[in-house]
């Protein structure tokens, strides 16, 4: 039902900003809640930010908090994180995911990889020191 293709990963200094756009074609009216995912290599996927396209509530990870802001374009048909202050430890694959499940939405529950059903290919993303 949706295709999702992420892009603008790179490799940038400590301290340094990258945004990932995450291109979203929808097939269904459904409203979609979307979220951005990461994993490094030896870790599992991690729940980064989460948003609905309809401008509903939004969550972030506390390791994320005041440095990533998720949102979208006009059209709604691109979805944004903007990464700021950027340190070593976010360095991993990132992860566009839609086709959220579950009918209550929860911090928890938005940032779990579990509950998404749609996924693009990723975009890496290195920071160095």
């Known amino acids: 039902e949706v295709e999702l293709v992420e892009s603008g990963g790179g490799s940038v200094q400590a301290g340094g900003s990258l945004r990932l756009s995450c291109a979203a074609a929808?097939?269904?009216?459904?409203?979609?809640?979307v979220g951005w995912f990461r994993q490094a290599p030896g870790k599992e996927r991690e729940g980064v930010a989460s948003?609905?396209?309809?401008?509903?509530?939004?969550y972030y990870a506390d390791s994320v908090k005041g440095r990533f802001t998720i949102s979208q374009d006009n059209a709604k048909s691109t979805v944004f994180l903007q990464m700021n202050s950027l340190k070593p430890e976010d360095t991993a694959m990132y992860y566009c995911?839609?086709?959220?499940?579950?009918?209550?939405?929860?911090?928890?529950?938005?940032?779990?990889?579990?509950?998404?059903?749609?996924w693009g290919q990723g975009t890496q993303v290195t920071v160095s020191s």
């Open positions: 948003m609905s396209l309809s401008g509903g509530r939004t």
């Open positions: 995911a839609a086709d959220y499940r579950p009918k209550a939405v929860f911090q928890s529950q938005a940032l779990s990889f579990t509950n998404y059903n749609s």
């Open positions: 929808l097939y269904t009216s459904k409203s979609e809640r």
